[in-house]
């Protein structure tokens, strides 16, 4: 009843706002606006205050990346190779790879943060930010290179200066490096920006969650509702399992095997179903499995929180 107590609240802002969206009670295109201040203000804002906070040898812990980077990387390639064997005729590697990437790529930023820092405080937002580095600066650019690899047109050639500048540029790895090197100086935080990055940070969970509920559709669901609840179950079962197969092999400690199958357990990420627009491709199955993964995931996340 407490771990309820704790989880329930947080999935409550989800269907908050959900409900203002199908009531037509707040439009839906708020969505984008309130995504990108979670994304570009409120989430590095947070990143940045837990990291600098925190000694460089807590930042640096090989298992946790073992675990779920592993995982969630063995997830990926299990996938591509699943979707290649089961359907050849209609598979190439941007097709095969962005289903991947909707079993294994996870909303760790959006979603794992806010239940980790509701769980474990400090030491919660601490995985789920290397986490979200891990998924923003090795996961995204894998994907990004598949998919340009998978490109019929010869004449393509993968954008590696683009594709360095948008990792370069992205908010929550630039926070993670500049609070790595803050760290790394030792030096403390002044109070008032201490006090000033600390409010910006909470204003992340019920702005980013809100987000997430005022956007998700469920209509999309109707169609291929078997191939999608596969996706789904791949999803939330079989990779979190994974990667706690890979806390247990690596001895990883109880806090931090928690976080990162919490971490593995959380819906699709939304960076997911933008590429997968922006390339036009399996973009309705991405759709479609992120917003089951969202609804289903209030449960399956409470039995393994529960589990363990």
Same mark, same amino acid.
């Given at each position: !009843?407490?771990?309820?107590?704790?989880?329930?609240?947080?999935?409550?802002?989800?269907?908050?706002?959900?409900?203002?969206?199908?009531?037509?009670?707040?439009?839906?295109?708020?969505?984008?606006?309130?995504?990108?201040?979670?994304?570009?203000?409120? !989430?590095?804002?947070?990143?940045?205050? %837990?990291?600098?906070?925190?000694?460089?040898?807590?930042?640096?812990?090989?298992?946790?990346?073992?675990?779920?980077?592993?995982?969630? !990387?063995?997830?990926?390639?299990?996938?591509?190779?699943?979707?290649?064997?089961?359907?050849?005729?209609?598979?190439?590697?941007?097709?095969?790879?962005?289903?991947?990437?909707?079993?294994? !790529?996870?909303? %760790?930023?959006?979603?794992?943060?806010?239940?980790?820092? /509701?769980?474990?405080?400090?030491?919660?937002?601490?995985?789920?930010?290397? #986490?979200?580095?891990?998924?923003?600066?090795?996961?995204?650019?894998?994907?990004?290179?598949?998919?340009?690899?998978?490109?019929?047109?010869?004449?393509?050639?993968?954008?590696?200066?683009?594709?360095?500048?948008?990792?370069?540029?992205?908010?929550?790895?630039?926070?993670?490096?500049?609070?790595?090197?803050?760290?790394?100086?030792?030096?403390?935080?002044?109070? *008032?920006?201490?006090?000033?990055?600390?409010?910006?940070?909470?204003?992340?969970?019920?702005?980013?969650?809100?987000?997430?509920?005022?956007?998700?559709?469920?209509?999309?669901?109707?169609?291929?509702?078997?191939?999608?609840?596969?996706?789904?179950?791949?999803?939330?079962?079989?990779? *979190?399992?994974?990667?706690?197969?890979?806390?247990? #092999?690596?001895?990883?400690?109880? /806090? #931090?095997? +928690?976080?990162? +199958?919490?971490?593995?357990?959380?819906?699709?990420?939304?960076?997911?179903? =933008?590429?997968?627009?922006?390339?036009?491709?399996?973009?309705? =199955? +991405?759709? #479609?499995?992120?917003?089951?993964?969202?609804?289903?995931?209030?449960?399956?996340?409470?039995?393994?929180?529960?589990?363990?």
């Amino acid at each position: !009843m407490h771990l309820a107590g704790m989880i329930l609240p947080i999935f409550a802002i989800i269907v908050t706002g959900w409900l203002a969206g199908v009531s037509g009670y707040m439009p839906r295109t708020l969505a984008a606006a309130l995504m990108r201040f979670a994304y570009y203000v409120a !989430m590095p804002a947070l990143v940045f205050v %837990t990291i600098a906070k925190e000694p460089l040898h807590s930042l640096l812990e090989w298992r946790f990346l073992a675990a779920f980077g592993g995982g969630s !990387m063995f997830c990926f390639a299990a996938v591509m190779t699943g979707a290649c064997i089961a359907r050849p005729a209609r598979m190439n590697l941007g097709t095969s790879a962005m289903l991947a990437a909707a079993v294994a !790529m996870t909303n %760790t930023g959006f979603v794992a943060l806010p239940i980790l820092k /509701t769980l474990y405080g400090q030491p919660g937002v601490l995985a789920a930010a290397v #986490a979200t580095v891990f998924v923003g600066a090795i996961m995204f650019p894998v994907l990004v290179v598949l998919l340009e690899l998978g490109r019929r047109d010869a004449s393509r050639t993968v954008r590696s200066g683009a594709l360095i500048r948008q990792i370069a540029t992205n908010p929550v790895i630039l926070a993670t490096l500049v609070g790595l090197l803050w760290s790394v100086i030792g030096v403390r935080l002044p109070a *008032p920006v201490d006090a000033f990055l600390t409010i910006l940070g909470e204003a992340l969970t019920p702005c980013a969650l809100f987000a997430i509920g005022l956007d998700l559709t469920i209509g999309e669901l109707r169609e291929r509702l078997g191939y999608y609840a596969l996706l789904t179950a791949l999803k939330l079962a079989i990779v *979190p399992l994974v990667v706690y197969a890979l806390c247990l #092999a690596t001895g990883l400690g109880h /806090t #931090a095997t +928690v976080a990162a +199958v919490v971490c593995a357990a959380v819906p699709t990420a939304k960076s997911a179903y =933008v590429l997968a627009v922006e390339y036009d491709i399996e973009k309705h =199955v +991405v759709g #479609a499995v992120i917003s089951m993964t969202t609804l289903l995931s209030i449960v399956t996340l409470l039995a393994w929180i529960a589990i363990l």
